[in-house]
C-alpha cells in the first residue's frame, strides 16, 4: 500500500509557505513530528511518503492508495481544499489532528475517515481496516496503547530542517487550563516513554539542536533529571529548549536547573499568560503566581539559560490599560523573548464553550484561529482596542534597538552556540510580528 501524508501550509507564524526555498526555511524551519510519527506506527510493508506544504507543492495526481492529513483549526480551511482534491481523483482520504477531533462531524463532509485524539492505537487500525475495505467514518479515541513500546520518528521521511531537530518524551497534561487544547486532545493522564528510548532517540538524532515537544518537561522533575543525568552520561553534546512552568523552575532544587544547563538546556518557554493574577486564576492556571515570575527569570539566567515567554491578551479581566502594564512589567522582568498571542478559542476547550454559550463567538472563518486575529467578543474592551493593543506590545518590544540588546544579552547568557536558538527564535519574532501585525 501506499501511503501519503500531508501536512498543510501555514499562512501565520515565524516560518509559512511564503518563505518556500529561502534561507529562512532552513535555518529558522519548525520542525513537525506528527507525520513523522505516523509514519514510524505504519507496518513497515507499506510505502510512506511525507509532505509538508511549507517546503514542497503538493501533487496531486501523485499514485498514492491513502492519503493522511494532519489539522490544525488554523489550518482546517487548506486542509478540506487539500482533501477535497484527492478525493476528487478518487483517492481515500483520512484526517486527524485537533481540530478533527473537536468537530469530527464537520471534518466528515471532506474526509473518508476522521481519527480522533492520538493516532497510536487507532492509526495502526485505520490501515488494516482501508486493506480489508472496512474503513469506519469515524475512530474515537483509542488511549489504550503501551507508550513505553512506541517507536522513534521515522526520521529517514524528514527532509527539511537540518539544523533543529524535535521529539516528544510525554503525552497528556494534569492542568486543565480554560484556553488550552491539550489535554481535550490527550486526556490529563500524563504517560511517560523509558528515559533510556529517549535519550537513545536523542543520541541518533542528526540534529545538533533540539526541541522537546512536551506540554511542559517540568511535569515530573525525577523523570526529566534522569533523562538529564543519561545525556550527560553518554556525552551528547546537543543544544535544546523544552517548556517549562513558572511554579517548578522558580522553586525546584538548583541540581534541576544545573542538570539542564549540564545536558544542553539554552531555553525554558514559560506560559506566563498575563500579569494579572486575577485573569490567572479564572482560567485556572493558579500555579502561575505573577509575584515571582522576576524571581524565577532571574534564577533561570543565572543558570546560563534563556527565558522564552508567552503573554495571551484579550482575558474577561483585561481592561485597555493591560497593554501598558504588561510592557512596564515585562521590562522589569528582563525577559528575554516574547510570544504575543491574542486569546483565541480553539474548538474543543472550554473556553470555546463558555464563549459559545455567552454568543461571544464572531466568527467561524478558521483561518482567523491563529492568534493574530480577534474572533471573539472581548468584555472589557473593543476588537479594534484589543488587536491595537497586542500590536503596540510586540511593536514596543521587538523594536530594532530592543532586538539587537535581547540578542546580544542571550548570546553573553548562553555561552555557546546553542544560544542561537533563543537568538534565532528573537528575530523571526520580529519578523512574524512585523508582518501580521503589520508594524
Known amino acids: 500500500m501506499k501511503i501519503l501524508l500531508v501536512f498543510p501550509r501555514i499562512e501565520h507564524g515565524v516560518i509559512t509557505f511564503k518563505d518556500r526555498g529561502s534561507w529562512r526555511t532552513i535555518v529558522s524551519g519548525y520542525p513537525i513530528i506528527t507525520l513523522p510519527h505516523i509514519a514510524a506506527l505504519t507496518p513497515r510493508e507499506h510505502s510512506v511518503k511525507i ?30 481544499q487539500i482533501a477535497d482534491e484527492f478525493r476528487k481523483r478518487g483517492k481515500t482520504v483520512v484526517l486527524g489532528g485537533y481540530h478533527p477531533t473537536a468537530l469530527p462531524e464537520e471534518a466528515r463532509q471532506h474526509a473518508d475517515s476522521v481519527v480522533m485524539g ?27 496503547f503501551d507508550i513505553s513500546i512506541v517507536p522513534p520518528l521515522r526520521r529517514d521521511l524528514i527532509k527539511h530542517n537540518p539544523f533543529l ?14 484556553f488550552c487544547a491539550i489535554s481535550s486532545f490527550c486526556g490529563n493522564v500524563v504517560m511517560q516513554r523509558p528515559v533510556k528510548a529517549v535519550v537513545e532517540e536523542i543520541k541518533n538524532m542528526p540534529n545538533k539542536l533540539f526541541i522537546f515537544h ?10 526529566a533529571m534522569e533523562i538529564f543525568k543519561e545525556m550527560i552520561r553518554q556525552k551528547i553534546h546537543k543544544g535544546w529548549a523544552a517548556n517549562g512552568t513558572s511554579n517548578i523552575l522558580g522553586k525546584v532544587d538548583k541540581e534541576f536547573l544545573e542538570l539542564a544547563r549540564k545536558s544542553g538546556c539554552v531555553e525554558w518557554f514559560v506560559g506566563f499568560e498575563s500579569v494579572n493574577q486575577e485573569a490567572l486564576n479564572n482560567i ?12 524565577m527569570i532571574k534564577r533561570v539566567h543565572d543558570h546560563d539559560m534563556t527565558i522564552q515567554g508567552g503573554i495571551i491578551f484579550g482575558f474577561d479581566e483585561d481592561t485597555p490599560d493591560i497593554f501598558d502594564t504588561t510592557l512596564e512589567t515585562i521590562n522589569d522582568w528582563d525577559l ?31 483561518s482567523l484561529y491563529n492568534q493574530v486575529n480577534v474572533v471573539f467578543k472581548p468584555k472589557n474592551m473593543t476588537e ?16 530594532s534597538y530592543n532586538l539587537f540588546k535581547k540578542v546580544s544579552k542571550i548570546m553573553v547568557t ?7 536558538i533563543p537568538a534565532a527564535t528573537s528575530v523571526s519574532y520580529r519578523r512574524y510580528y512585523k508582518r501580521d501585525f503589520n508594524f
Open 51 to 80: 509532505i509538508n506544504e511549507n517546503y514542497d507543492p503538493i501533487d496531486f495526481d501523485e499514485d498514492v492508495d491513502l492519503v493522511g492529513i494532519t489539522c490544525y483549526t488554523m489550518t482546517a480551511p487548506r486542509v478540506y
Open 118 to 144: 492520538m493516532a497510536d492505537a487507532s492509526w495502526p487500525q485505520v490501515i488494516k481496516d482501508f486493506g480489508e475495505g472496512k474503513l469506519k467514518p469515524i475512530y474515537e479515541r483509542n488511549h489504550d
Open 165 to 178: 531537530g524535535a521529539l516528544q518524551t510525554t503525552r497528556g497534561c494534569t492542568n486543565q487550563c480554560e
Open 214 to 223: 512536551d506540554p511542559h518537561l517540568t511535569l515530573h522533575r525525577k523523570y
Open 284 to 295: 485556572k492556571k493558579t500555579h502561575n503566581k505573577v509575584e515571582d515570575f522576576k524571581k
Open 336 to 366: 528575554d523573548v516574547l510570544e504575543v498571542n491574542i486569546l483565541t478559542p480553539y474548538p474543543g476547550t472550554p473556553l470555546f464553550d463558555r464563549l459559545e454559550r455567552d454568543g461571544r463567538i464572531l466568527t467561524r472563518d478558521w
Open 384 to 399: 479594534k482596542e484589543l488587536l491595537e493593543g497586542a500590536r503596540k506590545v510586540a511593536k514596543e518590544f521587538y523594536s
Open 414 to 420: 548562553t555561552k555557546k552556540f546553542s544560544g542561537i
